[in-house]
């Protein structure tokens, strides 16, 4: 079972709205991707729903519990959180990092040696951070992320450093994680996000205005006046892998 609640949800820093009595509920394996401007509330929602920030109103509940009720074993088991930023304690090798990642569970199948294969990165696992670029520490928190295969998995901004080809494998293993697990994913590129996604949460000043298929959220004017721009929107090619306009 997988199901996430958020239930008028609000948040607010020093007199400004950050989020402003949010609901929705996702229920199932999928890829969500979270869309707005910047300062829309996607991160903080983002970090509400994993448990990480206390909202001032309402709650976010996983299958049915409100989030701090979640033991601390339980919750690393069943959600996988990929931040925007992350700086270890230490100077880790990469194979540590996995290795803390895949000691969320016990199953055979999450050894470091198994997920460091899987992703491609048995070559970095005695990399440490500070040598890492920022492509190929992105590419070691999402193999770490989704070592065990939560049910849950949070990215926020996933693939941002990556150049064209790592992002779109990226995303690949995202949608690939989402035939079993429920994804929601903070995303900046409209192309990629109505690409890869099921369901399109968009949001605007903290406050939700549309939740909705891709397909319908192209149909409506909603990602028009949101992000105030004259959007032309060209169905990509199946045998392609992007699109690159000229103008």
Wanted: hydrophobic share 45%; charged share 25%; aromatic share 6%.
């Amino acid at each position: 079972m997988i199901a996430v609640d958020c239930a008028s949800v609000s948040v607010g820093r020093k007199g400004t709205s950050l989020l402003r009595d949010i609901s929705f509920r996702l229920n199932g394996a999928g890829f969500v991707g979270v869309l707005g401007p910047n300062g829309a509330g996607k991160s903080t929602l983002l970090r509400v729903l994993a448990g990480l920030r206390a909202p001032d109103a309402g709650e976010a509940r996983w299958n049915g519990l409100a989030t701090p009720r979640w033991p601390a074993r339980k919750r690393a088991a069943f959600c996988g959180y990929l931040p925007q930023q992350f700086a270890p304690a230490w100077d880790y090798e990469a194979g540590d990092i996995i290795a803390l990642g895949a000691g969320r569970a016990s199953a055979g199948d999450a050894s470091p040696g198994h997920v460091l294969a899987r992703f491609g990165l048995t070559a970095l696992a005695r990399r440490r951070w500070s040598m890492l670029s920022g492509g190929e520490r992105a590419r070691v928190m999402l193999a770490a992320t989704l070592a065990t295969s939560p049910a849950l998995v949070l990215a926020d901004e996933p693939g941002a450093s990556l150049d064209v080809r790592h992002k779109l494998d990226l995303l690949r293993r995202l949608r690939s994680a989402s035939t079993s697990s429920l994804v929601v994913a903070v995303m900046h590129d409209l192309d990629l996000a109505l690409r890869f996604c099921d369901r399109i949460l968009l949001l605007e000043e903290g406050a939700l205005v549309a939740d909705c298929s891709p397909d319908d959220l192209l149909a409506g004017d909603a990602l028009d006046r949101v992000f105030g721009l004259r959007l032309q929107k060209v169905r990509r090619h199946d045998d392609h892998d992007w699109v690159i306009g000229l103008g």
